[in-house]
């Protein structure tokens, strides 16, 4: 299975300033199509999964450009340019390139 | 508008086997590249994929619980069942559907992403 491994864990941010999380693959997920199957997934309190990227840096729709996201192969990172209070939650980096699909332990971004 | 919800049973007993249906809306078993799949979460864990169905019919399954698994899709009703049988308490968590948005290469279906999920639903396991 492949392993997804994030850092950090916890991320307390100030409003307005920009944040990072760091996603490592235990194996490639540069699919021969060139593309990346990585996804990023944010889980607001009390609500499902929403998905935010998708192919490693592609933004969902309606996905405010404060979000983006780069990496290839084995090494992602997700940014957000400026943190709001709605970002809250734990973000989530998932695996599609092969079954069986798995997520990242999550990062658990909170408002200091 | 693409909706799903998730319906079963909130309590089952150890042993036991679980059906979940997950009704969906806004898109269809028609559309290639379709399809459904479950997700799990025990409270305050991460997330755990099980299992997924295509428009073709074709199936994949968390290679941990495969043998505890099936999945159905009925497309004239627009829903999908996720059987799990032997239930035991760590099972108890909250089930998420989501709509599958794959393709095909060379014949094999492919996972691209899950989106939109299901509210969830809590399944509670007694012993």
């Known amino acids: 299975d492949i392993v997804l491994t994030q850092s950090p864990l916890s991320l307390p941010v100030t409003p307005g300033e920009p944040a990072s999380i760091s996603c490592r693959s235990s194996?490639?997920?540069?699919?021969?199509?060139?593309?990346?199957?990585l996804n990023w997934y944010l889980q607001k309190p009390g609500q499902s999964p929403q998905l935010l990227i998708y192919f490693g840096s592609d933004r969902a729709s309606g996905v405010p450009d404060r979000f983006s996201a780069s990496g290839s192969g084995t090494d992602f990172t997700l940014k957000i340019s400026r943190v709001e209070a709605e970002d809250v939650g734990v973000y989530y980096c998932m695996q599609a390139l092969q079954s069986p699909y798995t997520f990242g332990q999550g990062t658990k971004l909170e408002i200091k | 508008q693409i909706t799903l919800k998730e319906s079963g049973p909130t309590l089952v007993k150890s042993t036991q086997t679980l059906t979940l249906t997950c009704t969906f809306s806004?898109?269809?078993?028609?559309?290639?590249?379709?399809?459904v799949g479950w997700i799990r979460q025990p409270a305050g864990k991460a997330l755990e994929w099980l299992a997924l169905?295509?428009?073709?019919?074709?199936?994949r399954y968390s290679a941990s619980l495969k043998s505890r698994l099936t999945i159905i899709k009925d497309t004239s009703k627009d829903q999908v069942d996720l059987i799990m049988t032997n239930m035991d308490p760590v099972d108890t968590g909250t089930y998420y559907c989501?709509?599958?948005?794959?393709?095909?290469?060379?014949?094999?279906?492919?996972?691209?992403?899950?989106?939109?999920w299901g509210q969830g639903t809590l399944v509670t396991v007694s012993s």
């Open positions: 194996q490639s997920l540069l699919h021969t199509n060139a593309y990346n199957y």
């Open positions: 989501a709509r599958v948005n794959g393709g095909v290469s060379y014949g094999v279906m492919f996972l691209k992403w899950f989106d939109p």
């Open positions: 169905i295509y428009w073709n019919d074709d199936k």
């Open positions: 806004g898109f269809s078993f028609t559309t290639s590249g379709m399809g």
